[in-house]
């Protein structure tokens, strides 16, 4: 009887411990990226489709106007397309802003976005569910999550997960570098 | 044993998870109840709104430094008897996020209070009225920002009649509809 309680004790303790740690990083890499088609910002009827981007790696960044951490990461994020845009990265911004296109677009514009910037709806809050924003969903090349972070984290943490997703090697310890963005 | 074992740790996952997740959706500001007032036809009575944000959090002040910010903003919805006088928030703190050391925020965090005046005009009608206010805020913590949310208030208004206690309506309130 007495070993159950501790038994119990420590599930307890670990499961804490898990749903905690989980809510700001994930990993995924099992899991196919949800699909969706979106309307791309500044370009007349056109749309894109994530699952069009099949070989590609790609960083689904999701972000609004009126997020200060989002317009944080917003340089690193042109500067990393630059970097791994030639070995197969693409990066697109979803704006799930309430904003018109308009302001939405001056804004892309003023923080110099070399990526497509698409417009984000409730529909995506279902398929990637989170309270807050950044949220960055890291797409291998085959479609699959390799990590989901919310909240603001250091570029290099975003470089490792680019890395991941690319297949250029694992994140190390992703955790380490939450702490040091904080 | 072995299996009962098992039901209460798939029990405690459930639990655990839904309690991180009511975690993560509850409200980031709370508001103090508003006592119901009393006001005389002609006259005003004092408001206050006291607010509080959750620790580890932060939310724009009224007059945000950035203007894609959301700045806090407190509407009302009021029967035409009744008239808000101009709302004085307090002035935001000026902060500097550990992310971006270079810019200064100007947010409001634990206890913030917002004072207004409730008025009434000469041709109000004595009587009970309810006055729906509502706070409109964004709210961020150190590392992420959270979608805009609306706190809804209500509070009990009686217009009596008799002497003047306070100051008259002035002519220039604001309309005695939606109000920030």
């Known amino acids: 009887m007495k070993n159950s309680i501790i038994f119990i004790l420590l599930v307890v303790a670990a499961t804490f411990g898990l749903v905690f740690s989980a809510k700001h990083m994930s990993k995924g890499g099992t ?4 699909d969706f088609t979106l309307k ?21 960044n999701f972000w609004a106007t009126w997020c200060e951490p989002c317009k944080v990461e917003m340089p690193w994020l042109v500067e990393l397309q630059r970097k791994y845009g030639p070995q197969g990265l693409q990066i697109l911004g979803v704006a799930q802003d309430d904003s018109d296109e308009e302001t939405i677009l001056a ?24 309270q807050g924003l950044p949220l ?12 989901r972070v919310v909240g603001l984290v250091s570029e290099s943490v975003m470089e490792d997960a680019i890395k991941q997703a690319l297949g250029q090697g694992s994140s190390s310890d992703s955790t380490k570098s939450t702490a040091s963005a904080k | 044993m072995k299996t009962n074992l098992l039901a209460l740790f798939g029990v ?37 709104f006291n607010f509080h944000v959750k620790q580890g959090f932060h939310i724009n002040s009224n007059q945000p430094t950035e203007p894609e910010l959301i700045p806090t903003r407190l509407t009302f919805s009021l029967p035409e008897d009744l008239v ?23 947010v409001y965090s634990g206890d913030v209070v917002v004072h207004a005046a409730l008025l009434t005009q000469s041709k109000s009608a004595t009587g009970n009225y309810t006055v729906h206010a509502e706070l409109k805020y964004q709210a961020c913590d150190d590392s992420a920002c959270y979608p805009p949310k609306r706190l809804p208030m209500a509070f009990n208004v ?9 100051p008259k309506a002035r002519p220039n309130a604001q309309s005695p509809h939606i109000h920030n």
């Open chain 1, 107 to 130: 804004f892309s514009h003023k923080m110099g976005l070399n990526y497509p910037i698409l417009q984000g709806n409730n529909h995506m809050n279902d398929l990637y569910p989170s």
């Open chain 1, 31 to 34: 899991a196919a990226a949800p």
């Open chain 2, 12 to 48: 405690m996952l459930v639990l655990l998870a839904g309690v991180a997740r009511a975690q993560e959706q509850t409200d980031k500001v709370t508001a103090d109840p508003i006592d119901d007032q009393k006001v005389r036809l002609g006259g005003s009575v004092p408001l206050q």
């Open chain 2, 84 to 106: 808000i006088g101009k709302l004085k928030y307090p002035p935001g703190s000026m902060i500097s996020l550990a992310f971006d050391p270079k810019t200064k925020l100007s």
């Open chain 2, 158 to 166: 009686k217009i009596v009649s008799g002497a003047r206690s306070g």
């Open chain 1, 40 to 60: 791309v910002l500044g370009e007349k009827d056109k749309t894109l489709q994530l699952s069009s981007l099949k070989g590609k790696a790609v960083l689904v």
């Open chain 1, 136 to 147: 960055s969903v890291y797409v291998d090349r085959n479609g699959k999550v390799v990590q």
